[in-house]
């Protein structure tokens, strides 16, 4: 696997949670460059680099009760148009 996106449930009845959800992610994912924030709910995982992000990520979900998805890719995600390099929010 090359990469993944995981895309966590927003939680508007909880801002409590979403917010130390988001917290804790920040924190643990402040020393890795191969993980992009594209949105407030999505991450873009290197796996070529490291998958420790995607654990990180996991298990702050699951620490505050954050349901969430991941998406595997096989390939390194091709961006159209090409040449585009995503910038984190």
Known sequence: MHSALFVAQYLRRDPLKWGNFLLQAKVGLQTFPNVSRLAENVWLVNFQE???????LVCAADAHGVSYGILPFEDEPEWLPVGFDPKTI
Not at 50 to 56: E, I, K, N, T
Request: charged share 0%; hydrophobic share 45%; proline share 29%.
């Open 50 to 56: 490291s998958p420790v992000p995607l654990s990180l």
